[in-house]
T-cell receptor, first 115, second 114 residues
Framework: AQTVTQSQPEMSVQEAETVTLSCTYD???????LFWYKQPPSRQMILVIR??????QNATENRFSVNFQKAAKSFSLKISDSQLGDAAMYFC????????????FGKGTKLSVKP | NAGVTQTPKFRILKIGQSMTLQCTQD?????MYWYRQDPGMGLKLIYY???????DKGEVPNGYNVSRSTTEDFPLRLELAAPSQTSVYFC?????????????FGPGTRLLVL
């Protein structure tokens, strides 16, 4: 069974600095998608970034980028120039390409941003 | 577009009561999902649907039922509420094509069973 592990329950970063959130996953599939979702206090799940496993190039969305290491089954999220609005729970999620919908979530990392 | 909408936002149920959580999407997505999020945990899949009339169980289906009579709506039914069903429930939808596989989430329904 696929699993997603986020080993950092909480992280803290100073405003304007860079922080990296870790995620590892376990799967026997070769084709899949990986996601980072942000959940602010409003509880709305917001897609931050996605990565397709067959693409070697790391995905980037403005201040957010990933370090995707397929062989190591690692998918970390880097937030540059952190802003107060980045404070939230961040969830790493996995989905096999051929699956009907199962998103497998990690337990999340709570990110605090200090002014 | 409103995206994915859920009602109610919050509900308190007594043990043994029933209720339906409503979910509607206006993106013409074929795929729809129900997740629950317990405190300090990630989301777990309850049920999903790949189109009108087709539903299937996810990881934690016990105590719930779903139906999908239209593309837009995917209600979740709790027949006999139990304290273990206290959670936040999220509905999500996604398109069928690979490029549209991203799931879009509703705002969630917070349910408290006492």
């Amino acid at each position: 069974a696929q699993t997603v592990t986020q080993s950092q329950p909480e992280m803290s970063v100073q405003e304007a600095e860079t922080v990296t959130l870790s995620c590892t996953y376990d799967t026997s599939e070769s084709d899949y998608y990986l996601f980072w979702y942000k959940q602010p206090p409003s509880r709305q799940m917001i897609l931050v970034i996605r990565q397709e496993a067959y693409k070697q190039q790391n995905a980037t969305e403005n201040r957010f980028s990933v370090n995707f290491q397929k062989a190591a089954k690692s998918f970390s999220l880097k937030i540059s120039d952190s802003q107060l609005g980045d404070a939230a729970m961040y969830f790493c999620a996995y989905r096999a390409r051929g699956s009907q919908g199962n998103l497998i979530f990690g337990k999340g990392t709570k990110l605090s941003v200090k002014p | 577009n409103a995206g994915v909408t859920q009602t109610p936002k919050f509900r308190i149920l007594k043990i043994g009561q029933s209720m339906t959580l409503q979910c509607t999407q206006d993106m013409n997505h074929n795929y729809m999902y129900w997740y629950r999020q317990d405190p300090g945990m990630g989301l777990k899949l309850i049920y999903y649907s790949v189109g009108a009339g087709i539903t299937d169980k996810g990881e934690v289906p016990n105590g719930y039922n779903v139906s999908r009579s239209t593309t837009e709506d995917f209600p979740l039914r709790l027949e006999l509420a139990a304290p273990s069903q206290t959670s936040v429930y999220f509905c999500a939808s996604s398109g069928q094509l690979a490029v549209l596989n991203t799931q879009y989430f509703g705002p969630g329904t917070r349910l408290l069973v006492l």
